[in-house]
């Protein structure tokens, strides 16, 4: 008997199978009826900082730069994926503007067309370099931005990702905010003991820079394996501690989007909550993830990939089409973080790709 992971406090009903896989040319749908649009393409595992939840200060052992998939085996992926349904792709990384070409990146992946018309492009990106290259890739079709920052205070900012560059991400902040690309995001993990007392101040600043705050609850991503789920500060948490300064309303239609959204007194202003842990929303999960190395990966937490090396360099006869279609059908109901199965995936979050 095979067993299937349970997937513990989802929020929403779980995904019903269906039978049946679809034809060369049909939209992404997996066994349980889920329509992909979104695919995460990691542009390198390489980052300008070391996260605690991330990855390791020193000793990092990272991919072979021969097997990092070059801006032309991206593309013809991206075509494929696009021909298929996948409307959106999102660039990540460890720090996705490390890339070299990034602008070359964006600008061909942005001329990309599906069935339903162009694609978007978006970035998730530690926001370092981008006061530099940030005019160049709007001109090259960015579309919409995240920026990662988690805490304001500098020498906290310092210990959490082992680098003294706080004033360098806020640069990469205004200058996002300046450039009015929108919607503008940025995102923070939420941790207990280090940035749990700056929740509502993290807002505050998003606001001002006519931005959405969204926190993360810290997931089993880190390299290190040191996750504990009793030092996590949990949605419920994170809820509790806006409500006492803001009266939250939810935004309806989520749909497949990972974050809950709510506005803060009324609106216009709004924040957002990613509760992987807590509050799964595998069931409307539309998302798969491309790693810089061309592992293709149906979920996050998944230990198992496709790899699409030998298809794009020609010593396997499969199409990128046939593999990307076996990854979908090979998409478990749920990533069972609450199961006492679960497994913690090998990779850590900057080899796998925000």
Not at 104 to 111: E, G, N, P, Q
Not at 256 to 267: H, K, M, V
Not at 326 to 344: E, M, T, W, Y
Request: net charge neutral; hydrophobic share 40%.
């Amino acid at each position: 008997m095979v067993g299937v992971p349970v997937v513990l406090g989802v929020r929403r009903s779980a995904p019903v199978p269906v039978p049946g896989a679809p034809d060369a040319g049909a939209a992404l749908v997996d066994g349980y009826g889920r329509v992909h649009r979104d695919l995460r393409i990691s542009l390198t595992d390489r980052c300008s900082l070391r996260c605690t939840y991330c990855m390791p200060e020193q000793g990092n052992e990272w991919l072979a730069r021969s097997s990092i998939l070059t801006t032309d085996e991206i593309v013809r992926v991206a075509e494929v994926a696009a021909a298929a349904g996948i409307t959106t792709f999102r660039l990540t990384g460890g720090e996705p503007l490390l890339r070299a070409d990034i602008a070359d990146v964006v600008s061909r992946l942005a001329r990309i067309t599906g069935p339903g018309g162009p694609v978007q492009v978006a970035m998730t990106t530690n926001g370092i370099r981008l006061p530099d290259l940030l005019p160049g890739l709007i001109a090259a079709g960015l579309a919409r931005l995240n920026i990662s920052i988690d805490t304001l205070d500098r020498d906290r900012f310092h210990r959490l990702t082992r680098r003294d560059r706080l004033d360098e991400v806020r640069a990469g902040i205004a200058a996002a905010a300046a450039s009015g690309l929108r919607p503008l995001k940025l995102n923070a993990v939420a941790m207990r003991g280090i940035n749990d007392d700056e929740l509502c101040d993290l807002v505050d600043y998003a606001v001002t820079h006519d931005a959405e705050l969204r926190f993360i609850e810290q997931m089993p991503l880190d390299a290190g394996h040191t996750w504990d789920r009793d030092a996590m500060v949990t949605r419920e948490e994170i809820l509790a501690t806006l409500a006492g300064r803001w009266d939250l309303t939810p935004v309806p239609g989520r749909h497949g989007a990972p974050a809950e959204r709510f506005l803060l007194d009324g609106g216009p202003a709004t924040v957002g909550v990613i509760a992987s842990v807590t509050a799964p929303f595998c069931g409307d999960c539309d998302r798969l993830r491309l790693t810089a190395d061309g592992q293709l990966r149906n979920c996050l937490f998944s230990t198992s990939e496709y790899d699409l090396l030998p298809t794009l360099r020609g010593t396997d006869s499969r199409t990128v089409d046939a593999v990307l279609r076996a990854c979908v059908r090979g998409k478990l109901p749920g990533h069972a973080i609450n199961d006492p199965s679960f497994l913690q995936p090998a990779r850590g979050m900057n080899a796998i790709g925000g």
